[in-house]
């Protein structure tokens, strides 16, 4: 929370100011308090109070009310994030032949699967999704959606096989975009969330579709995922080593004006997806908060007069 003028808060120095008052003048009544010298008749017909508090009560609760309105004043603002209109996602999965590498536990689409999960259960329900699965090329596309058990449906779907086609997917996934767009809207927020565990083995430069999405403002945001020492078995009983490629990725993602992350464990592809899923799609907005303290203000005022009468020494 800030306060947009916040100067208005020197007026709480009065809340302190009156205290010390009430107290001076509650001292000088005791000091000039004339003797009555028939107290058993006095205490016999004046009021019983039920205690010191409730003498008090009526001045804190109109000094709480000055604090609120002063707050108010001040023109408190908080930011919070809020669902952009008409947003979409694409959610592109390398389910090439060295997702079945270990490095990852259990396994790395596996992780992918589970991540991938977890980043649908964050995006706010109004958001339009897709997805892209491919090896050797895309191979299953869904459009975006506010369907996004659609996306749930191919990523549980996926499976390991082929080659890395990263770049073909990434088209892919921008023809998505813009055969949804509809012919002569302004064109809607859109972002790419890619994620791949190692290098282009088939198809177009993925750079040149980076280029591409700056162009059409897409961000890419890209995640390298497994470890250097990454193996897939080979023929023959051999061990083919695939690392992932967070130089291309990183590359991507600077192109386009997206982020990367490199990751090497569940926990943190999980981390990581929970993450994007909470940012994308949602602006940062400044609301407000002026109503909310007045009306604190206004309620404490108000409970405040009405105790000063409740409590008001009253004789038979």
Known sequence: MRLTDPVWLAALAAIPLVLALQALLARRRRRYAARFPALGTLAAVA???????????????????LAGMVVAMARPERTVAVPIEKAAVMLVTDTSNSMIADDVDPDRLTAAKNAAQTFIDELPDGLELGGVAYSTGPYDVVEPTTDHDQVRELIDSLSPDGATATGDALQAALDALEEHREEGARRAPAAIVLLSDGQTTAGRDPIEVAEEAKRLRVPIYTVALGTPDGTIPGPGGSVVPVPPDPVTLERIAEITGGQAFTVDDAAALEAVYSRLGSQIGSKRETREMTAGFAAIGAVLLAAGLVAAVRFQPRFP
């Open 47 to 65: 009021p019983r109070t039920g205690g010191g508090w409730r003498r008090w009560l009526p001045a804190a609760l109109v000094l709480a009310a």
